[in-house]
């Protein structure tokens, strides 16, 4: 079944492309040109200044010092420190680059690179400052608003996430009173090991630098063809439906349904149309921007499993980080909202809450959940099924 839904979609996809060629042509110059003016322009100089920062030692250096405040806080080893700050200032998906290349240097174990990955891979202040605010929504001051959501909301996932595996080993920790003269020890031995000349440590950085980027570029053109495409042949429409039931619970309007799908694929378009709809009140669409920020998108979170397949690392916690950081974000947006965003404090999450507390809406929701409540139960039905099964096979 597998196989025929894989071949089944790719076959799709060809048959698209070829009765789609002007929109397919377009949606990939756009994806082309945002890789080629943003994206590897701004990421570039970051992932070449890493790789040699790793080779000569000088993460290792930092994270002798970081180590007392990344081990109590998030349960990774200090040179996690270096990945939360090249990640939040040079954006997704460097977190996972730098993770996965400390990973192969064994300075992390398995479970620590998960915990690292699930809240290292954020967008950089300039996008979320410079693009969605100002150019998205002409509004600079919404920028304090969404860093504010975002790394705040990063912050407590990685608080959170320093609970997963905690049973599992770690890395050894040698507390030493003389800290800056082992930071300088770990310095020189890191060099040291790596016997590479200066010149080929510098070529390699460059070379698997650009082959990350180009990767990068590659899953950044498909998924804006991927997203057009979808919108042409009526399927982002048809699963965006779905996604207004949900949604209208909460209050959101359902002209933010369409963008908001297309947002969960590709974070710049669908930023851009939430913007185009929001009108004069940016109550939900800031709720909605902060929530596909969080969940990078389906374009970044491929990147991230492409570049998570070189090692041993898993998806599986990064994905499931990625929905936590959604909702995170999300409710931090819709706090302080009021707060950060002097020009709209007449809507926040108290008027909200007043709202959404009125007799006909919480009607509303009663009648959903009882719509829902065939399938529910035989949903956990098939779940206890499955469990006795299992308990009769073991």
């Given amino acids: 079944m597998k196989s025929i839904l894989l071949a089944g979609a790719a076959l799709l996809l060809a048959v698209s492309l070829i009765m789609y060629p002007d ?158 003269k082992r930071a300088f020890r770990e310095l020189h031995e890191t060099r040291m090991a790596d016997k590479r000349p200066f010149g080929k440590i510098f070529g390699d950085a460059v070379v698997n630098s650009i082959q ?70 940016f109550f939900f669409p800031i709720i909605i921007v902060s929530f596909i920020l969080a969940f990078n998108g389906f374009s970044v979170q491929a990147q991230v499993a492409s570049i998570l397949a070189e090692t041993d690392i898993r998806f599986a916690p990064y994905f499931f980080a990625r929905l936590l950081h959604g909702f995170i974000a999300a409710g931090l947006a819709a706090i302080l909202y009021g707060p950060l965003y002097a020009r709209h404090q007449e809507t926040s999450i108290l008027t909200f809450l007043q709202e959404k507390t009125a007799p006909d809406t919480t009607m509303e929701l009663l009648r959903f959940l009882s719509s829902l409540g065939p399938a529910f139960t035989l949903f956990m039905l098939a779940v206890g099924t499955l469990i006795l099964l299992r308990r009769r096979l073991n």
């Fill in 23 to 180: 929109p397919s042509l377009q949606a990939s110059i756009r994806g082309l040109n945002m890789w080629w003016e943003v994206v590897f322009p701004s990421l570039l100089p970051f992932f070449i200044t890493a790789e040699l920062l790793i080779a000569f030692g000088m993460v290792r250096f930092i994270g002798v010092f970081c180590e007392p405040i990344m081990r109590p806080l998030f349960n990774v080893p200090g040179v996690g420190s270096f990945v939360l700050a090249m990640g939040m200032a040079s954006g997704y998906p460097s977190g996972a680059k730098l993770t996965s290349r400390l990973r192969q240097e064994k300075q992390l174990t398995k479970i620590e690179a998960e915990r690292l990955v699930s809240f290292t891979n954020a967008s950089n202040p300039l996008f979320i400052v410079g693009v969605i605010a100002v150019s998205f929504f002409g509004e600079a001051e919404l920028g304090m608003l969404l860093a504010a959501a975002h790394y705040g909301g990063n912050i407590l996932v990685g608080i959170c996430m320093r609970f997963y595996g905690r049973s599992e080993p770690r890395s050894s920790y040698v507390r030493e009173k003389g800290l800056i």
């Fill in 212 to 281: 990350t980027l180009l990767m990068i570029g590659g899953f950044i053109i498909m998924f804006s063809v991927f997203n057009k495409l979808l919108f042409i042949l009526g399927i982002t429409d048809f699963l965006a439906y779905g996604l207004k039931l949900l949604t209208s619970i909460f209050g959101i309007p359902a002209e933010l349904v369409v963008p908001m799908f297309s947002g969960l694929f590709e974070i710049t378009m669908g930023g851009q149309m939430i913007a185009q709809a929001s009108g004069s009140n």
